[in-house]
């Protein structure tokens, strides 16, 4: 596995510095040194081996020896709007979204949600995204929108993408004929997910209306962070199946 960092200078500077929490991760966690290998991503999709040249205090400086585009993108966009969790369990579900290839997730205001994140709070989140990037071999960041109330989500997404409501009366996401989304490059699938209290019937009557498709994820009631991520998890697969591609 290579050691990833990230920068948030476009990959053709030079030379590279690394400075901060990367050039502590780099030359005091991992004890890396001159002549050392890794490999640097900027957050767009291109990555690039470079090669550490100095270590002093508190920055790197490396030499970019190749650039690329990565390749562990899913090939159309996949956006997560989702009421946010308490808690750590908002934390958990960044991560999770950011490995299973999440393209953007709003965090949803809906009539019974309670937690509304702050800027410092979407803030931390911005870093797990850039964490779990770096240990899942992701090169785009998952990016994260500010809060979007459930009407205005619904007219601009489902304006664009189609959509896919979790929601217990709603038909399996395995049943192809009902859900299986036509997909590109440019349109892709919108999921959303209620929060504790639930989604009220009007808000899925206003997405069903927009043509959202109600999806079930079976008969158990599942928290608001397990059912956003089984969505993502079951619609990647959805649509990169009728894409002809493995996820
Ligand atoms: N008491 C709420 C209700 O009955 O709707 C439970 C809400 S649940 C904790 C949070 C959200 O997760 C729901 O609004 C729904 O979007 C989604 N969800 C939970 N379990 C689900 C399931 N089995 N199928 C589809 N969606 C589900």
Redesign the pocket.
Known sequence: MPRRFFTAHPLKSEPLVLAGGEAHHLSHVLRLKAGDEVVLFDGTGEEATAQVVKVSSGQVMLAVKSRRIATTELPFPLILGTAVPKGDRFSWLVEKATELGVTRLIPLRTARSIVDPGSGKLDKMRNTVIAASKQCGRSQLMVIDEPCDWGKFLQKELSEHQGW????A?VSPLDREATAPEVSGGTGLVLA???????TTEEVAAAAGLGAKL??????????ET?ALALATLAAAACSARLGLGN
């Not at 409501?165 to 217990?168: E, F, I, Q, R, Y």
């Not at 999806?215 to 608001?224: A, C, D, F, M, N």
């Open positions: 409501v979790a929601d217990l709603g997910v209620g929060p504790e209290g639930g989604l999806v079930s994820l079976g008969p158990r009631i599942l928290r608001t059912a």
